[in-house]
């Protein structure tokens, strides 16, 4: 079975500053894909980055990168010059493609705050 | 807006009864997930169908089931109601399997 940990409950940061996030995952398959979501107050679930397990280069979106070490079972989210916006749980998740479809596991999450 | 609809937004009922979540999926969004997000905890994956036919399974408990109809919005049915099925139940839709999954806003329940 797939497993996500995150292992940091809560994560606080000065606004401006770099953050990262840990996520460790434990499978099998050789290809997956690997996410990182937001979920902020509101509950809203946002997708902030994606990693296919078969690419060697690191995804970035904008201020948003990850890295991700296959050897290591490793998918850590970095965010640079945090803003107040940032403030949110954030869910490290893990894709199994199937024949049929996919399934998905998510991690327990990392609620992270940024202090002005 | 992720353009995903979900209803009701909040469904307050009492243990044993049943109940029926509704999810539109974005327009042209052939897959659609539910997920079960219970208090203070990650998402749980239900299920996935694609096109009308169930694709994947993860932890959907039998008392639990789910359609998509051929307009393409799904149903999430759940029956014999515990209070620990409390929780906020996401659909989430995307064009296909492998494309990006837009959330909607969840539905909130409450079993007393």
């Known amino acids: 079975a797939q497993t996500v940990t995150q292992s940091q409950p809560e994560m606080s940061v000065q606004e401006a500053e770099t953050v990262t996030l840990s996520c460790t995952y434990d499978?099998?398959?050789?290809?997956?894909?690997l996410f990182w979501y937001k979920q902020p107050p509101s509950r809203q679930m946002i997708l902030v980055i994606r990693q296919e397990a078969y690419k060697q280069q690191n995804a970035t979106e904008n201020r948003f990168s990850v890295n991700f070490q296959k050897a290591a079972k490793s998918f850590s989210l970095k965010i640079s010059d945090s803003q107040l916006g940032d403030t949110a749980m954030y869910f490290c998740a893990f894709m199994k493609l199937l024949n049929t479809g996919n399934q998905f596991y998510f991690g327990t999450g990392t609620s992270l705050t940024v202090i002005p | 807006d992720s353009g995903v609809t979900q209803t009701p937004k909040h469904l307050i009922t009492a243990t044993g009864q049943r109940v029926t979540l509704r999810c539109s999926p974005r327009?042209?969004?052939?897959?659609v997930y539910w997920y079960q997000q219970s208090l203070d905890q990650g998402l749980q994956f239900l299920i996935q169908y694609y096109n009308g036919e169930e694709r994947a399974k993860g932890n959907i408990l039998e008392r639990f089931s789910a359609q998509q109809f051929p307009d393409l919005h799904s149903e999430l049915n759940l029956s014999s109601l515990e209070l620990g099925d409390s929780a906020l139940y996401f659909c989430?839709?995307?064009?296909?399997?492998?494309?990006?999954?837009?959330f909607g806003p969840g539905t909130r329940l409450t079993v007393l």
């Open positions: 327009s042209g969004d052939l897959s």
């Open positions: 499978t099998s398959e050789n290809n997956y894909y």
């Open positions: 989430a839709s995307s064009v296909a399997p492998l494309g990006e999954q837009f």
